[in-house]
Structures are given as C-alpha cells and as structure tokens.
C-alpha cells in the first residue's frame, strides 16, 4: 500500500513538471497576440514573483522576435505547427536534423536527449556523448523522453512513418505541452526547404541563409552541368547498398542523388525503394559505373567513425572479383567505387553527389574538389577539424587530387 | 477358418499389393519426371533475357567446346549463376521435405516440422547473433552460416535431453520442442529490439529464406549431407510404419522405439541444420510437402518418404523459379513464395479429400 502511494505520489509529481500547455507567455487576453501592455504587466509580474521570471523572458522574446505572435511553420510532414514560446529544451530523435540544426548554427545546448545513433557517432557528433540517451524512433524510451521535460521533439517525417505516428500520438496524448517536428534531413527533393523551415523554427534565418547558399552553389555547380549531359549519353549506373544485389530504385534517397550526379540508375524502375536483384541482372545490365555502399552491417568501416585502408581494397577487389564481372565495362575500366553512408546517406549528401559526378564524367568535373567542399563543410559549419577529411576514408579509391 | 479359399485370397491380396506398389512407383516416377521438366523450364527462365537455344548452348558447350559454342555471358550466368541454384532448391527442398515426413511419422503428428519444433526458430537466433553484432566482419556471410548451423544442433540436443528427462515419446519432444521455439524466438526478439533498424531488416530478411547465396560448393555439402542421410532414414521406413501403430505395438514387432526415435530425429535435425544455415528458413516445405505427398498416395513410408523428397524438391525449385521470375529483375524471398504456390494446392487437396487421411 505505501509502495502504491509512493508511485502515485511519483506520478503526480511528474504530471507537475510536464510542459505548460499551448498559449503564448503573458498573453492575459488570451487572443494569441502579446501586446506591449501585456509584456510589461508579465515582467512587473515576474520582479514581484521570481517563479514567472522564465514567462516573463519568453514574453520579451515573443514580443521582440516574433511581433508578438506564435510562430507557425509547416513542417515535412505537411502539418502546421504552432510555436508558443522559444524551446529551451529539446530532444531529436534524427541525427540528420540535428546535424542541420549545427549547419544553420543554432546553439545545440538545449539539447536534451538525443537517439541511440548520435551517441554512437562519437567522432561526428563529440558534444552529445554525455547526454541522455532515448532509444530510437524504432524503440522509443517514453519514460526517459518525459522525464527530460522538452518542449519539442524532432522525429522524421519519412523514415518509418507508422513509428514516428506513433511516437507523435503517444506524445500528444501523454504530454499535449511538447510539440512534435518532423522533417528528415536527407532527400534532396526536400532538403533546401527544411534548411529554410529550420532556420526560421529555430531563429537561425541568417545561418539558414548562409548554409542554404553553400548547399546550393555546391549542387548547382553539379547539376548546371550534368543537364548538359543528353539523357541518352548518361553513364549507366549500379547501385549497390550494404547488403549484396540491394540496389536503390525511384522514391530512395540514393536514386535522386545518382540523377543528380548525372547517373543513370540502371535499376530506378523496378518496384519498392531498395529491391534484391537477381545476380544474373547485374550482368546482363552491363553496368558503365559501380557504386557500392559501405558503413553499415558487414561493412561497417571507414567513415567517421574510422576504418583502415586495408579493409576497403579488399571490400573492392571482392567487389570486382565477383562472377563474370571481369566482363563488365565498370570493372574493365576501372570504374567501380566505394563510398561510405555519412557522406552520401545524411545531410551532407552533397559531398558525396560530387564525389559520383567526377567518377561519372572526370572531364567535365576536372575542376572539382570534393574533398576541400567536405573539409570546408566541417570546419565552417560542423565545428569539426578539417584533417578528419584527410585521416578517414570516405571513398574508394581515394581521390586523386 | 475356410483353408480351401486361401490360394484365390492369397493370389488376390498379392495382386492389389502390387497395383498398390506400381500406383506408389507411378507416383514417384512422375514426380521425378516433373522435376525434370522443372529443371528443364527453369534454366530458361532469369533476367539476364538469354533465349532457350543461348541457354542449352551454354550447357552443351562446357562438355562439348568443339560441337556448340556459348559466348561467355551465357556461360557466365548459366553455369555460375543458375545451375546451382536450381540443383540447390532440388536438394533443399528434397531434404527439407523428407525431414518434414520423417518428424512428422516419429512423433506422430501432422504439425511436427523443422519450424514448429523450434529448429528454424534456433537457426533465426544463431544468425541474429551474428548479424546483430557484427560477428565475422568481412567475413559475416560464412559466420552466420556456421552460427545457424550450430544453434540448430544445439536446439535438437536441446529437445532430445529435455524430452529424455520424461522419457522419449511424441508428446515431451514435442513440448521440448515448443519450449525451446518460444525461447529461441524470444531470444531472436530481444536482440532484433537492441539492433540497428539495418540489423532488423537483415534478420527479418535472412527469415524470410533465400536461395540467392548458393553455389556449387555449397550445394555439394549439402547434396553429400543429404544423400548420405537417405539411406539410413530408407532402411528405418518400416520401423516408422509400425511406429505409427503405436509405441507398443512396434515394440511388439520388436521395434526398439526409443533409440529409433531419437536417432531419426537426430537425422531430420541435421539435414534441416545443413540446409537452412545456408538459406535461410523456409520452414513450409517441410511442413506442407509431406501432407500433400500422403493426401496423394497415403501414409506407408517405404513411399511417403522418397516421394515427400521428390514434392518438396519440386515445390522449392518452382517457388524459387517464380521467385525470381515475377518482379524480375527483383527477387522475392522463396519463403514467401513457397507459401504462395504451396497453400492453394494444399488447400485444394485438403478440401477435396473428405475422408481423414493422417
């Protein structure tokens, strides 16, 4: 019986601490705009009352900031979303996001909680080693994402959707206080608006801005001169993921980057996002460029998380090395590459793209430099030092420079 | 007793014996013509688009150089590509199939296969390990094989120590066996919960079963396995017969039952151990080709068990060929597919046959 009475009390005091509900500090009208009258009376308020002080600082920012008004975006799930007050505690459950929340400069100390993968990215991700960890979007630790008492919580938008339904349904009945924000961080169809979504979300419109024109110049500068390319000349290409005969068709991130490098995914049309191929496939396609995915499952190396060289000449000459492919116009010509997740899976997908457009036409692309663009990425936005470019393997083999 | 009709009778019984057998026979000769038809329609059929006279041009020509020539593509994809794969779902699923028949006979019961018994559960945990942590490296594909192959036989010892404890009979191997499906299936659970969502898929996939890993080593060690399992299983067939008379009845007929029972268990497990650490679990076959193979010809063993074989064979060599064939270039898992094609003609015998066959 006092164990009971102990978890009830427990409870309650939790329900306590849970975020306030929606409605912008100080707004005593209760019309959802903060007039000047209103501000001044909230911080009177607070100097006489030292509880109200968060209210009354959250008021000034409203008032100063955002006119007065709630903030409201529409996020990649295509929902709007209300903003009442400024976050100061955050969780993201997609690294993606929060590796753009650091591109767009935002001050990630309000980072509360992070997934599982941000905590393993030790070398990409240094500053969030020591913070609570809340599972993934797959296997999500409710009770520790309550306990960090956020005021918002990133999921993605469509990665797993039924998951990240889930997880905005159980938050929104548990605590109806955290707003939920799904963007994903990783498609080139969506990226450029969720940089400039995010930027406004999070009040970084200059650092928005300033990433937003990196990106785009550094995509530009690929796809100006892919479109040059007839349709009908663009290099044939394999795509290959992880898991051997796993190929990326329409709808996957991985088939919008090919194109964007000017490649011709040979297998863009058969059905589902990453189907299994019939080896025979392969053959009978007579691929002009390989590309194969490393960075996860038997392939768990290079990156940033480090790897030796070693290991990616044997993944390539096992790769080449694969029945009949000798014959293969990518094999005779020495056409077949390794590239690894973080630069071509995430936010910074664009290093990767470029790294594809100078394999799939060297002379067009003589001119470019992936590497210094990944180094110039991580220094400038990343906060990260650039020799992590020159340490790691990111592709193979490595490019000459 | 009447001794002046016995002769007539005699001659009679003799002769609807062996229209008994020669129905029996028949059955079994169709069934390995049908797999030579199979085999024969199956090696035209891929994605590569090579014509019927490409495809036999490749064959003739590695035993022939000088009469046919095959271009190297051909060859390629013929000779390494689908050949084994088709013996391999031949002799995956004629193992599979006379595994199934002979669990089901031992423990008398029509639901006793590799994956109700918990041996495919065992192997889904053995991989999971492997591919949940990363165990093996480069060098992942052979781990999960050998992984697969060890839980599975840990799983049998398993159920044959537990079922020993209350005494060898259908019944506690049996539960063993669902004892041990849960806990391997709650162990395979926990570990697909701590994995990585790459992890997961790997490990639902490798469930699904697959024939896309074979190769002519593979289907040798397997073939060999097989083929050396065969005639112990064969020369068992009549002790299986009066096993399914009842314990007391074969002990009678001087069936030493408990030592029969445990050692064709033992060699059931080990086929299926042999055969689905390489592709995966495609626990259907086992269960479904012997129920159609004994709705077609009855429950006599000498004939139920060759020709379980030769239905399971037949079975995964058309479900691995319309696998690969449907979406192609795409590949359906065969496990997937063994349950499209297998069901509905399962179905069919299963609602035809009215009398109770099992």
Request: glycine content about 10%; overall charge negative.
């Given at each position: 019986m006092k164990?009971?009475?102990?978890?009830?009390?427990?409870?309650?005091?939790l329900m306590?601490v849970?975020?306030?509900?929606?409605?912008?500090?100080?707004?005593?009208?209760g019309?959802?705009?903060?007039?000047?009258q209103?501000?001044?009376s909230?911080?009177?308020?607070?100097?006489?009352?030292?509880?109200?002080?968060?209210?009354?600082?959250?008021?000034a920012?409203?008032?100063s900031?955002?006119?007065?008004?709630?903030?409201?975006?529409i996020?990649s799930?295509?929902?709007?979303?209300?903003?009442?007050?400024?976050?100061?505690?955050?969780?993201?459950?997609?690294?993606?996001?929060?590796?753009?929340?650091r591109?767009?400069?935002?001050?990630?100390?309000?980072?509360?909680?992070?997934?599982?993968?941000?905590?393993?990215?030790?070398?990409f991700?240094?500053?969030?080693?020591?913070?609570?960890?809340?599972?993934?979007?797959w296997?999500?630790?409710?009770e520790?994402?309550?306990s960090?008492?956020?005021?918002?919580?990133?999921?993605?938008?469509?990665i797993?959707?039924?998951?990240?339904?889930?997880?905005?349904?159980?938050?929104?009945?548990?605590?109806p206080?955290?707003?939920?924000?799904?963007?994903d961080?990783y498609?080139?169809?969506?990226?450029?608006?969720?940089?400039?979504?995010?930027?406004?979300?999070?009040?970084?419109?200059?650092?928005?801005?300033?990433?937003?024109?990196?990106?785009?110049?550094?995509?530009?500068?690929?796809?100006?001169?892919?479109?040059?390319?007839?349709?009908?000349?663009?290099?044939?290409?394999?795509?290959?993921?992880?898991?051997?005969?796993?190929t990326?068709?329409?709808?996957?991130?991985y088939?919008?980057?090919?194109?964007?490098?000017g490649?011709?995914?040979?297998?863009?049309?058969e059905?589902?996002?990453?189907?299994?191929?019939d080896?025979?496939?392969?053959?009978?396609?007579?691929?002009?460029?390989?590309?194969?995915?490393?960075?996860s499952m038997?392939?768990t190396?290079?990156?940033?998380?480090?790897?030796?060289?070693?290991?990616?000449?044997?993944?390539?000459d096992?790769?080449v090395?694969?029945?009949?492919?000798?014959?293969?116009?990518?094999?005779?010509?020495?056409r077949t590459?390794?590239?690894?997740?973080?630069?071509?899976?995430?936010?910074?997908?664009?290093v990767g793209?470029?790294y594809?457009?100078?394999?799939?036409?060297?002379?067009?692309?003589?001119?470019?430099?992936?590497?210094c663009?990944?180094?110039?990425?991580?220094?400038?936005?990343?906060g990260?030092?650039?020799?992590i470019?020159?340490?790691?393997?990111?592709v193979y083999?490595?490019?000459?420079? | 007793?009447?001794?002046?009709?016995?002769?007539?009778?005699?001659?009679h019984?003799?002769?609807?014996?062996?229209?008994?057998?020669?129905?029996?026979?028949?059955?079994?000769?169709?069934c390995?013509?049908?797999i030579?038809?199979?085999?024969?329609?199956?090696?035209?059929?891929?994605?590569a688009d090579?014509?019927i006279?490409?495809?036999y041009?490749?064959i003739?020509?590695?035993?022939?150089?000088?009469?046919v020539?095959?271009?190297p593509?051909?060859?390629t994809?013929v000779?390494?590509?689908?050949?084994?794969?088709?013996?391999?779902?031949i002799?995956?699923?004629?193992?599979?199939?006379?595994a199934?028949?002979v669990m089901?006979?031992?423990?008398?019961?029509p639901?006793?296969?590799?994956?109700?018994?918990?041996?495919?559960?065992a192997?889904?945990f053995?991989?999971?390990?492997?591919?949940?942590?990363?165990?093996?490296?480069f060098?992942?594909?052979?781990?999960?094989?050998?992984?697969?192959?060890?839980?599975?036989l840990?799983?049998?010892?398993?159920?044959?120590?537990?079922?020993?404890?209350?005494?060898?009979?259908?019944?506690?191997?049996?539960?063993?066996g669902?004892i041990?499906?849960?806990l391997f299936?709650?162990?395979?659970?926990?570990?697909?919960?701590?994995?990585?969502?790459?992890?997961?898929?790997?490990?639902?996939?490798?469930t699904?079963?697959s024939?896309?890993?074979?190769?002519?080593?593979?289907?040798?060690?397997?073939?060999?396995?097989v083929?050396?399992?065969?005639?112990f299983?064969?020369?068992?067939s009549?002790?299986?017969?009066a096993?399914?008379?009842?314990?007391?009845?074969a002990?009678?007929m001087?069936?030493d039952?408990?030592?029969?029972?445990?050692?064709l268990?033992?060699?059931?497990?080990l086929?299926?151990?042999?055969?689905?650490?390489?592709t995966g679990?495609?626990?259907f076959i086992?269960?479904?080709?012997?129920?159609i193979?004994?709705?077609?010809?009855?429950?006599?063993?000498?004939?139920l068990?060759p020709?379980?074989?030769?239905?399971?064979?037949?079975?995964?060599?058309?479900?691995?060929?319309?696998?690969r064939t449907?979406?192609?270039?795409a590949?359906?898992?065969?496990?997937?597919?063994?349950?499209?094609i297998?069901?509905?003609f399962?179905?069919?015998?299963?609602l035809?046959?009215?009398?109770?066959?099992?």
């Amino acid at each position: 019986m006092k164990l009971l009475f102990m978890v009830l009390a427990a409870a309650v005091c939790l329900m306590i601490v849970l975020p306030a509900s929606a409605g912008l500090p100080g707004d005593a009208s209760g019309n959802d705009h903060l007039e000047k009258q209103e501000l001044v009376s909230m911080i009177l308020s607070a100097l006489k009352d030292s509880t109200t002080l968060q209210d009354a600082r959250d008021a000034a920012y409203v008032y100063s900031n955002w006119n007065g008004s709630p903030k409201k975006i529409i996020d990649s799930s295509g929902k709007e979303r209300v903003i009442w007050r400024p976050f100061h505690r955050i969780v993201v459950m997609n690294s993606e996001t929060l590796e753009t929340m650091r591109s767009i400069g935002y001050d990630t100390s309000t980072v509360v909680g992070v997934d599982k993968y941000t905590l393993k990215a030790t070398a990409f991700f240094p500053e969030f080693k020591n913070t609570p960890g809340i599972g993934s979007i797959w296997a999500p630790d409710y009770e520790k994402i309550v306990s960090l008492q956020p005021d918002a919580v990133f999921v993605y938008a469509e990665i797993s959707r039924s998951s990240c339904d889930e997880i905005e349904e159980n938050l929104a009945k548990t605590s109806p206080g955290v707003t939920v924000l799904r963007f994903d961080c990783y498609l080139p169809e969506s990226y450029p608006g969720e940089i400039g979504i995010l930027g406004d979300l999070l009040d970084c419109q200059e650092g928005g801005r300033e990433f937003l024109e990196f990106y785009t110049s550094n995509i530009d500068t690929v796809t100006s001169r892919v479109a040059a390319v007839p349709e009908n000349e663009r290099i044939k290409v394999y795509f290959e993921t992880w898991n051997d005969y796993k190929t990326c068709a329409a709808g996957s991130g991985y088939d919008q980057k090919i194109r964007m490098a000017g490649g011709s995914n040979i297998f863009g049309n058969e059905a589902g996002e990453y189907p299994e191929l019939d080896p025979e496939a392969v053959l009978a396609s007579s691929p002009e460029a390989v590309i194969k995915l490393v960075g996860s499952m038997k392939y768990t190396f290079g990156g940033y998380n480090g790897g030796e060289e070693e290991i990616f000449r044997q993944t390539h000459d096992a790769l080449v090395s694969r029945k009949g492919w000798k014959s293969l116009p990518a094999v005779r010509d020495n056409r077949t590459y390794l590239i690894h997740t973080d630069i071509l899976g995430g936010p910074h997908f664009f290093v990767g793209v470029q790294y594809m457009a100078r394999w799939f036409y060297p002379d067009r692309f003589s001119d470019l430099d992936p590497v210094c663009v990944h180094a110039e990425y991580l220094t400038r936005f990343q906060g990260l030092p650039a020799s992590i470019v020159e340490d790691e393997i990111f592709v193979y083999p490595r490019l000459r420079r | 007793m009447d001794q002046k009709g016995a002769p007539g009778d005699l001659s009679h019984l003799r002769e609807e014996y062996h229209r008994f057998a020669a129905k029996r026979y028949l059955f079994l000769a169709g069934c390995g013509i049908l797999i030579l038809i199979l085999i024969g329609i199956a090696t035209t059929l891929g994605s590569a688009d090579l014509t019927i006279g490409e495809v036999y041009a490749a064959i003739i020509a590695r035993f022939f150089p000088s009469v046919v020539e095959s271009t190297p593509l051909a060859s390629t994809i013929v000779w390494e590509y689908r050949l084994h794969r088709i013996f391999f779902a031949i002799a995956a699923g004629f193992g599979l199939g006379i595994a199934g028949a002979v669990m089901q006979g031992v423990l008398r019961n029509p639901l006793a296969s590799p994956f109700t018994l918990g041996i495919s559960a065992a192997a889904s945990f053995g991989a999971s390990i492997v591919i949940v942590f990363g165990i093996g490296g480069f060098a992942n594909d052979i781990a999960i094989i050998i992984a697969a192959f060890v839980f599975t036989l840990l799983a049998t010892f398993g159920i044959y120590s537990l079922s020993r404890v209350r005494g060898i009979s259908p019944e506690s191997m049996i539960l063993a066996g669902i004892i041990l499906m849960y806990l391997f299936s709650a162990m395979t659970s926990f570990l697909q919960y701590i994995g990585t969502v790459d992890q997961l898929q790997e490990v639902v996939f490798w469930t699904f079963g697959s024939l896309q890993r074979t190769s002519w080593g593979k289907l040798a060690l397997v073939s060999l396995v097989v083929g050396l399992c065969i005639p112990f299983i064969m020369l068992r067939s009549w002790d299986l017969n009066a096993m399914g008379q009842g314990d007391q009845v074969a002990k009678s007929m001087g069936v030493d039952v408990s030592r029969t029972r445990t050692r064709l268990m033992l060699i059931a497990s080990l086929v299926t151990a042999i055969i689905i650490c390489f592709t995966g679990v495609i626990g259907f076959i086992g269960l479904v080709a012997p129920h159609i193979t004994r709705l077609a010809i009855g429950g006599d063993n000498r004939f139920l068990l060759p020709a379980s074989g030769l239905v399971g064979g037949a079975l995964l060599l058309t479900a691995d060929s319309l696998a690969r064939t449907v979406l192609a270039p795409a590949i359906i898992p065969v496990g997937i597919m063994t349950s499209f094609i297998g069901i509905p003609f399962f179905l069919y015998l299963f609602l035809r046959k009215r009398e109770g066959y099992w």
